[in-house]
């Protein structure tokens, strides 16, 4: 797992109580020791009897807490430090014990009295059968903890530890870092600002089987989703049909198969957003006939011909609308050309009215379609160009949003 800008040097108290699902929660531990997070873990007693503290120092490079450490003379209110020193609380799982400690105040161990010393978010986890899950106490603690401001992600439903299935299983480390992520995103310098950014390919029908389309897989277009999330910004993703990839936790998705169908989609949600981000792959052309069933393969026929015609062009129309779109500030196109990189770049960047240009060379193996890098050259309205050297996809939409975060908020670049 690469470094993450957002949890760089970030401190998180990660609480874990008596569960099952504490396993799982090394792993998220693990994930954000990687992210660049610094992981103070605190053990209640029962999450002993399921996990040692040495798997969390393993794993995060840092001291892991317990009970004992409450009445540790060799440090100075250790839970005043690590709650007043958090940038957010985690506690997973959380078990229905805990959140009622929680919901009443109660301060008995030192996860408990680290979360009431907390001045920042607390978010938790909470992982229960489903019967305890459902109980009129504990969903009573959640709606307190809600009035609260406390953060609640899940449960899921899926089969408990008794044997049971339903509502009442531990949300995946994945979903739980994404989670993490907008808690800690949601002041950033794109908060209140409300992002469209466009993925994948889309689809256009020959007959009810078959399709023309392209090998994009959306991976930048949803990096890019989430680099908008991580600064605070309100998105809306719009994926085309090639784009099977998990939504980045807080945006919203819409999911379009046709350039038709994702036009729509860019001009309804344009209406009300401060930047678009166009890095869908979409089809220039579409069959020009769509037969109603399916085409069989005659024993004698050598060939099928089709003829196409153009689809419209997404970026013109919503260049000729910006009058409908009063906050639109931002227009970011993508290029994704196998020659005359810069020049078609640049004639597309004049052609639309943009504001900025990324440009790739799709027929390069380490920077095309479905890799997970890419190397990308930013062209704006000035003439400036500026290539970025090759990186991960997660690192180019960084750097994107970074340049649309300035020019919404009076930068330059």
């Known amino acids: 797992m690469e470094p993450i800008a957002l949890l760089q040097d970030k401190r998180i108290a990660l609480g874990v109580c008596g569960g099952i699902a504490a396993y799982k929660v090394a792993d998220l531990a693990s994930k954000l020791a990687q992210a660049g997070a610094r992981v103070d873990c605190v053990l209640t007693e029962s999450a002993v009897r399921f996990v040692t503290p040495l798997t969390f120092a393993s794993v995060t490079g840092r001291r892991a807490f317990t009970d004992a450490d409450l009445w540790d003379t060799a440090t100075h209110v250790p839970h005043v430090g690590l709650g007043t020193q958090a940038d957010l609380v985690v506690i997973a799982p959380a078990t229905a014990n805990t959140l009622a400690k929680l919901a009443q105040g109660l301060a008995d161990n030192l996860l408990t009295v680290t979360a009431l010393a907390a001045r920042c978010p607390v978010l938790v986890v909470p992982a229960m059968d489903a019967g305890m899950w459902e109980h009129a106490a504990t969903q009573a603690n959640i709606a307190t903890l809600r ?115 994702m036009q729509d989609a860019v001009t309804e949600a344009c209406r009300g957003a401060d930047a678009l981000l166009m890095a869908a792959a979409v089809a220039d052309f579409r069959p020009a006939q769509v037969a109603e069933q399916k085409i069989k393969k005659s024993s004698d026929a050598t060939e099928l011909a089709l003829r196409l015609e153009r689809t419209p062009d997404i970026l013109a129309a919503v260049h000729a609308a910006r009058n409908e779109m009063p906050r639109l500030q931002v227009v970011v196109g993508f290029a994704a050309e196998t020659q005359d990189l810069l020049a078609n770049a640049q004639k597309k960047l004049a052609a639309k009215g943009l504001d900025l240009i990324a440009a790739n060379d799709v027929s390069a193996s380490d920077a095309g379609f479905a890799v997970d890098t890419n190397r990308v050259t930013i062209l704006d309205r000035g003439g400036r160009a500026e290539a970025l050297p090759l990186m991960s996809k997660a690192a180019v939409a960084q750097a994107l949003i970074e340049r649309v975060a300035n020019r919404l908020t009076g930068g330059s670049r």
Request: positive net charge; without cysteine; proline residues 6%.
């Open 147 to 261: 009035e609260r401001g406390v953060i609640i992600v899940g449960p899921e439903r899926g089969r408990m530890a008794s044997g049971l299935v339903g509502l009442g299983r531990m949300a995946e480390p994945g979903d739980i870092l994404g989670h993490i992520r907008l808690a800690l995103g949601r002041n950033g310098p794109l908060a209140g600002r409300r992002i469209v950014v466009t993925a994948g390919g889309t689809q256009e029908p020959l007959d009810p089987v078959r399709y023309v389309g392209n090998r994009s897989s959306g991976k930048q277009g949803f990096a890019l989703a989430q680099a908008a999330l991580d600064r605070g910004a309100s998105v809306t993703l719009i994926a085309g049909a090639t784009a099977n990839l998990p939504t980045p936790i807080g945006a919203t998705r819409v999911d379009v198969m046709t350039t038709t169908k």
